[in-house]
């Protein structure tokens, strides 16, 4: 078996996506070591599945970072969330329903990834999250969504993306029959094949055209 790709997974809510990965990892489908799991909330349901699984658990909350500058508060709650995962000795980071705008610093550029609920760039963006993204998708009368894993940048949803799943919208879809075959049919495959990916080196990043592009490499047989 390939070595494990050492991860820290960032919560702030269900923590299903969390849980997704614990079972792959279980199943020995996905090469990946979760060693911690950071969570913007004590109270996050997720946390359940870090102890189910005797993983450490980093609770950092923006709130004990409040300055008179924003961008300050930012940056000190960021560099509090990287701290940890730089201490924890993890390679990459998945947000896993993290709902926080994180400054990348420079160690972990194009090593931070997160899965959003529709086919970027379509539905993506501030303030367009869980529930909103599904309305959205149905208000434009969309026949097809899905799931995006992208790296992460300063922006929202706006990173290089790494793969991407297809389901269809249904005529009588409402957002939660949308977002469960979303989750299920779309998220749940795409993280963990993303990830498999990079445990794998099939990942590379390069500069098309001026912009930061992802190339898979496929899977040789
Ligand atoms: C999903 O909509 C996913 O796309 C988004 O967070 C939601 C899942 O949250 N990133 P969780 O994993 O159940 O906490």
Redesign the pocket.
């Known amino acids: 078996m390939a070595e494990k790709l050492p991860i820290a997974v960032l919560?702030?809510?269900?923590?299903?996506?969390?849980k997704n990965l614990l079972d792959r990892i279980e199943a020995g489908s996905l090469d990946v070591e979760v060693r911690l799991v950071v969570s913007s909330s004590e109270r996050a349901l997720?946390l359940q599945y870090a102890e189910q699984n005797n993983i450490p658990i980093a609770i950092v909350k923006s709130s004990e970072f409040i300055g008179k500058d924003d961008d300050d508060s930012k940056a000190k709650f960021s560099a509090a969330v990287f701290d940890a995962c730089r201490k924890a000795d993890v390679q990459y980071v998945a947000?896993?329903?993290?709902l926080k705008l994180l400054a990348i610093p420079d160690d972990f550029v194009e090593k931070v990834l997160?899965?959003?609920?529709s086919l970027l760039p379509k539905f993506g963006g501030k303030g367009l999250?869980?529930r909103r993204v599904h309305h959205a998708v149905l208000t434009a009368k969309e026949t097809i969504s899905g799931?995006t894993v992208h790296f992460v940048n300063d922006e929202f949803d706006a990173g290089p993306i790494i793969l991407q799943k297809t389901v269809e919208v249904l005529p009588n879809d409402t957002i939660e029959s949308l977002?469960d075959r979303v989750?299920e049919r779309a998220?749940f495959e795409a993280y963990p094949e993303a990830l498999q990916a990079i445990a794998e080196n099939r990942v590379e990043v390069v500069t098309i055209d001026g912009q930061r592009r992802v190339k898979v490499i496929e899977k040789k047989d």
């Open positions: 919560i702030s809510g269900t923590g299903r996506t969390l997720g947000m896993a329903g993290y997160n899965i959003h609920p999250y869980g799931a977002s989750l998220e």
